[in-house]
T-cell receptor, first 114, second 114 residues
Framework: AQTVTQSQPEMSVQEAETVTLSCTYD???????LFWYKQPPSRQMILVIR??????QNATENRFSVNFQKAAKSFSLKISDSQLGDAAMYFC???????????FGTGTSLTVIP | NAGVTQTPKFRILKIGQSMTLQCTQD?????MYWYRQDPGMGLKLIYY???????DKGEVPNGYNVSRSTTEDFPLRLELAAPSQTSVYFC?????????????FGDGTRLSIL
């Protein structure tokens, strides 16, 4: 099974500042998909951003962007202009193109300080 | 559009009791998944289904059963509840086709076994 590692159990950021959450993964495959999900206190899992491994260009969704380093098997999430509503658990997830299973990291709890 | 609906939202069971967690989606998604999320952990896949009549084990299937008689419904059955099954359970669905399609999650069921 693939392994997804989030080495930062907790992070904090000042409101309006930028924060980067780390994610690394272990795979022998060349093509796959990566995702970041947000889980606020309401527990709902919300897709933040996704990246296809064959695309070299980093995905961007408004204030959220990724730094995808395929050779290093790294997929970090950058949140710019942090807002109080960004406070949540963030999960990194992996899925191969040939499989149906998603593999999740253990999450990073983000606190936004007013 | 309701998306993925899970019932109940909360439940307390006694050891040895059985129950079924319901999950239904109205997006005509072929793929459906059941996860459990233990405190401070990521999501672990219990079972998944790629279509009506087809199910497969995930990472932690022991103690659970599933069925998929229709595209819409994917119930999860606990036959003999054990304290180790205390967790938050998430159902998710995904569209078939383009592989980067993300999962859509229900709001979760918090289950306590006492």
């Amino acid at each position: 099974a693939q392994t997804v590692t989030q080495s930062q159990p907790e992070m904090s950021v000042q409101e309006a500042e930028t924060v980067t959450l780390s994610c690394t993964y272990d795979t022998s495959e060349s093509d796959y998909y990566l995702f970041w999900y947000k889980q606020p206190p309401s527990r709902q899992m919300i897709l933040v951003i996704r990246q296809e491994a064959y695309k070299q260009q980093n995905a961007t969704e408004n204030r959220f962007s990724v730094n995808f380093q395929k050779a290093a098997k790294s997929f970090s999430l950058k949140i710019s202009d942090s807002q109080l509503g960004d406070a949540a658990m963030y999960f990194c997830a992996y899925r191969s193109t040939t499989g149906n299973q998603f593999y999740f990291g253990t999450g990073t709890s983000l606190t936004v300080i007013p | 559009n309701a998306g993925v609906t899970q019932t109940p939202k909360f439940r307390i069971l006694k050891i040895g009791q059985s129950m079924t967690l319901q999950c239904t989606q109205d997006m005509n998604h072929n793929y459906m998944y059941w996860y459990r999320q233990d405190p401070g952990m990521g999501l672990k896949l219990i079972y998944y289904s790629v279509g009506a009549g087809i199910t497969d084990k995930g990472e932690v299937p022991n103690g659970y059963n599933v069925s998929r008689s229709t595209t819409e419904d994917f119930p999860l059955r606990l036959e003999l509840a054990a304290p180790s099954q205390t967790s938050v359970y998430f159902c998710a669905s995904r569209r078939q086709g383009a592989g980067h399609q993300p999962q859509h999650f229900g709001d979760g069921t918090r289950l306590s076994i006492l």
